[in-house]
């Protein structure tokens, strides 16, 4: 019996001790240990890689630059007129009814009766008709033939170079308003073939509306 109450008196004794403890522990403030952590947090790697990269901080800028509508060509052609006895692109056409009264006013060779082998310039509409002086030349038929040569400009007949047609006779050059016509001739005992007189060059010009000569024309037979 006196046994039991000294085990019970420990065991009571024990229990009180424990409680005690722990009030003892929980009593006590346990401080928490804290990490402060500095610096700049690492940028994100950005694909692609290396070279220079652009600074993200600031709004990219794009400066536009006006440009000036482009100004539409205003250049006019000049005007050019095709005249009376043009055609196929020329101010003056052999094949026109202006070509055709000249030839008809023309004296009738007397060895063929007939002007043949019309030649004529080749001035072009394109480049302007006004103040062109143009020619025509026809042939008599014989084997040496006679040639006369014609004028026209602006739409008219202005006449031949000579009142009578000469052998070995052809135009030699032009300009604008200038034809120039190479004359030979036989002389003494020349055959026909072969002219000793000349050349001899006469330069027509057209001025004032009219065709003024310059130069020796062959004598006169």
Known sequence: MKLTSALVAVL?????????????TSSDPVAVPTTKVTGTAAEPTRPGGGGQTTDESAPATTTVTPTRPTTPDTTIAPVTSAPYGSGHGLCFDL?????????????????????????ASNDPISAGCDGVLSWMTVESGNIHPYTHVLFFADGKYLGTATSEPYAYTHVAGKTANTVSVEYRWVQGDDALCCPSGGPSTVTFTLSGGKVQANGQFPPQN
């Open 12 to 24: 009571a004794a024990g229990v009180v001790m424990g409680v005690s403890g722990c009030e003892s």
């Open 95 to 119: 094949n026109s009814k202006l070509a055709d009264d000249a030839i008809k006013s023309l004296a009738v060779p007397g060895s063929t009766g007939a002007w043949n082998n019309p030649a």
